[in-house]
């Protein structure tokens, strides 16, 4: 299992860059002229992209991790050249079973995740690529055996296109439990990114690492304060858990909901 060492690590949280993949995602797609403003930041302070498996087995005092979620084509045309110009790498979390499609939980989708050949290339570039499920559901509200069916089945897919181990996942929309996250453990991976907007600190659960997310506005001014811990969410893991267990009661009792009468609701993990 991988621990963080002993110092506070920065790791970012991209969705798209330049065109947006869905209107659903706006918010979450930075223009190219930012992203490549944030890039030279980072660059002229001395900072070091880096992908995940690096910054946890290997880290150093100047490296920034650079997670990209879901995997849409983009980062084989735009990010991963513009990352490459700079010498740094990143992660790719990749939603498994929609290979070269449409998102399948996005409507009017206009984008696509990458095909095989963008994501080998990308692969044998260095960039790091990791699991981020079948079908992108909101995991602690699937019934166990789908848990583990999103989970493992990822990593099978993955590894057995681009014949290399699959070490990290990302959770789908940040949700997880600790159900959840125990199934990850079995499924073999070494380490899982959640979201909460936080920097990672020594001590905290290997499978449920803090990002910080940026996004379509996010200024320099906003992203140098958040790398220094400046501005980002306080309170302590019972605080979260808290937060996290009202939260996932409002989202089951929607989903319930949103079902059609005589349609089963998924069980929590």
Not at 40 to 54: H, I, K, R, S, T
Not at 145 to 173: M, Q, R, W
Not at 199 to 221: K, N
Request: glycine share 8%.
């Amino acid at each position: 299992m991988t621990t963080l060492q002993a110092r506070r690590l920065p790791i970012l949280n991209y969705h798209g860059v330049g065109q947006s993949a869905s209107p659903e995602v706006d918010h979450w797609t930075v223009p190219t002229e930012n992203f490549v403003a944030q890039l030279d930041f980072l660059e002229e302070q001395g900072w070091q992209g880096v992908a995940m498996e690096q910054a946890l087995t290997d880290p150093q005092d100047n490296q920034i991790a650079l997670t990209f979620d879901d995997g849409f084509s983009d980062f084989a045309t735009v990010i991963a050249p513009l990352l490459l110009e700079r010498g740094f790498s990143a992660t790719l979390y990749v939603v498994a079973g929609d290979i070269g499609e449409p998102p399948n939980w996005l409507p009017d989708a206009s984008g696509r995740i990458a095909n095989w050949e963008e994501l080998r290339r990308v692969h044998d570039a260095g960039f790091e690529i990791g699991s981020h499920s079948v079908t992108h559901p909101q995991l602690d509200l699937l019934s166990v055996n789908d848990v583990k069916y999103e989970i493992g089945e990822s990593k099978k897919i993955l590894e057995a296109e681009l014949k290399s181990e699959i070490t990290g996942f990302c959770y789908p929309h940040g949700f997880s439990t600790a159900a959840v996250r125990s199934a990850v453990v079995e499924a073999g991976y070494s380490y899982a990114c959640s979201v909460r907007h936080k920097l990672s600190v020594p001590g905290d659960d290997p499978y449920a690492l803090a990002r910080i997310v940026v996004f379509d506005d996010t200024t320099i001014e906003q992203l140098d304060r958040w790398i220094r811990g400046i501005g980002l969410r306080r309170g302590g893991v019972r605080l979260e858990r808290t937060l996290a267990t009202a939260f996932r009661a409002y989202r089951r009792n929607h989903h319930r909901r949103s079902h059609k009468p005589g349609e089963p609701a998924q069980n929590e993990c």
